[in-house]
């Protein structure tokens, strides 16, 4: 978040690592170079021993020939140690690519690691594998070194930390994407306790009570030709809501003396006074 207070020591070191990243572009660095660069920022600004935790083209033994990742980010040291992250490093001139994703995602299944990271040391992307029929990577999170603001790339930074991880950062930043995610959030959005929230308000605004049908239909409206896409696979359920218990509604202290009855319709309106 732009003008976020963070640790100074920190926010030195990020800027610290944005002059050096800058430089490296302007002198159109090599990959071994980048390489070197990104080493120093595991270990300065996210707090790794780049000697312990980062394993150099770790052997990857899939279907085919054996390959190598660039780096495998891991809590303990060994080469049996068990990967976290997957990064595959292009250098600092290459702009990232799909087919850099595709790369590194099948190291990542062939692994049976769950996290991707690709960076060209200016920008960085975060990536969760899902191992479905097919395999899947989602986006997660992405920030660019050199233009983001220090205090967002604090954030940033902080989701793949050493400290962080070891506190299972990765788990809770893939539950809130999920939770997030356009599946979750239109499941949420067409779900009854919604529906009648928004006939509700509708009918307070205009006087109108819509069905829920043509509620939904209107809905589909707004949304993108993908997220109508997704809206179309959900089932959504317009059972009526059962009625709530008839209320009793005293008018003297303490004694029904007289008793007033009132129904209430799935809005939560008094519908029949009697």
């Not at 954030?155 to 930043?173: C, M, N």
Request: hydrophobic share 40%; proline share 3%; aromatic share 6%.
């Amino acid at each position: 978040m732009a003008g976020k207070k963070i640790d100074k020591e920190l926010r030195r070191r990020i800027a610290d690592a944005r002059r050096m990243i800058d430089k490296l572009m302007k002198a159109d660095g090599n990959e071994a170079e980048t390489r070197r660069r990104v080493e120093r920022i595991f270990e300065r600004v996210m707090g790794y021993d780049a000697f312990v935790h980062l394993s150099r083209e770790r052997a990857i033994r899939g279907a085919g020939e054996t390959e190598h990742v660039d780096f495998a980010v891991q809590l303990e040291s060994g080469p049996d140690a068990e990967p976290l992250i997957m990064l595959e490093l292009k250098r600092v001139g290459v702009d990232l690519a799909l087919k850099h994703l595709k790369q590194v995602t099948s190291y990542a299944i062939d692994s049976g690691c769950e996290w991707v990271l690709l960076t060209n040391s200016r920008d960085w992307r975060l990536y969760h594998v899902e191992f479905g029929q097919p395999p899947k990577s989602k986006l997660i999170e992405q920030w660019n070194l050199l233009t983001d603001d220090i205090g967002e790339l604090a954030d940033k930074f902080a989701f793949i930390s050493y400290r962080q991880v070891r506190k299972g950062s990765l788990k809770k930043l893939w539950e809130k994407a999920s939770v997030l995610s356009p599946e979750s959030l239109l499941d949420a959005l067409v779900s009854q306790e919604t529906i009648r929230v928004l006939r509700r308000v509708l009918r307070k605004n205009t006087g109108v009570m819509v069905a829920p049908e043509d509620l939904v239909t209107g809905m589909k409206k707004l949304l993108n030709e993908n997220a109508g896409i997704e809206l179309s696979k959900i089932k959504i359920d317009f059972a009526p809501k059962r009625k709530r218990p008839r209320k009793v509604i005293k008018t003297a202290q303490g004694e029904a003396d007289q008793e007033k009855v009132a129904d209430f319709d799935d809005s939560g309106e008094t519908m029949h006074p009697l």
